[in-house]
């Protein structure tokens, strides 16, 4: 399973990437850099991949998920409820590909802000 790097400022995160044809598809498109957008507890940002909505895309996620949503042609990082959240758990305004999933602690991303530096790239090694 390879491995993104995934840096919003200061911050750097590492994720496990599915192997998924969107995933796939982002992989051969790194890397890419962005500027967050915040939804409640989610960052997502536009990136140059163009995908379909997948057989097993969904809206709810857990905690850590990484996803692409087709609709926005957007890579996304869920670390908390979203305004259409049913609870604690990540709601997907409509349904997203998954791409994996963010290894370790999320708290810092809390403090993220709007127009914050994004980055994807292949982890190293």
Same mark, same amino acid.
């Given at each position: 399973?390879?491995?993104?790097?995934?840096?919003?400022?200061?911050?750097?995160?590492?994720?496990?990437?599915?192997?998924?044809?969107?995933?796939?598809?982002?992989?051969?498109?790194?890397?890419?850099?962005?500027?967050?957008?915040?939804?409640?507890?989610?960052?997502?940002?536009?990136? *140059? #991949? &163009?995908?379909?909505?997948?057989?097993? %895309?969904?809206?709810? $996620?857990? =905690?850590?998920?990484?996803?692409?949503?087709?609709?926005?042609?957007?890579?996304?990082?869920?670390?908390?409820?979203? *305004? #259409? &959240?049913?609870?604690?758990?990540?709601? %997907?305004?409509?349904? $997203?590909? =998954?791409?994996?999933?963010?290894?370790?602690?999320?708290?810092?991303?809390?403090?993220?802000?709007?127009?914050?530096?994004?980055?994807?790239?292949?982890?190293?090694?």
């Amino acid at each position: 399973m390879p491995e993104l790097l995934i840096t919003v400022e200061e911050l750097t995160f590492k994720a496990d990437l599915n192997e998924s044809p969107t995933a796939e598809k982002i992989w051969e498109a790194l890397p890419i850099e962005g500027q967050a957008n915040l939804w409640g507890e989610e960052i997502y940002f536009e990136i *140059p #991949v &163009s995908m379909p909505q997948e057989a097993n %895309a969904r809206e709810e $996620v857990a =905690i850590g998920t990484i996803a692409y949503w087709p609709t926005g042609e957007a890579f996304c990082i869920f670390f908390g409820p979203t *305004p #259409v &959240s049913k609870g604690e758990h990540p709601r %997907a305004y409509s349904p $997203v590909n =998954i791409l994996g999933k963010i290894v370790g602690d999320l708290s810092g991303l809390k403090a993220v802000q709007q127009g914050a530096k994004v980055r994807l790239q292949k982890a190293e090694g």
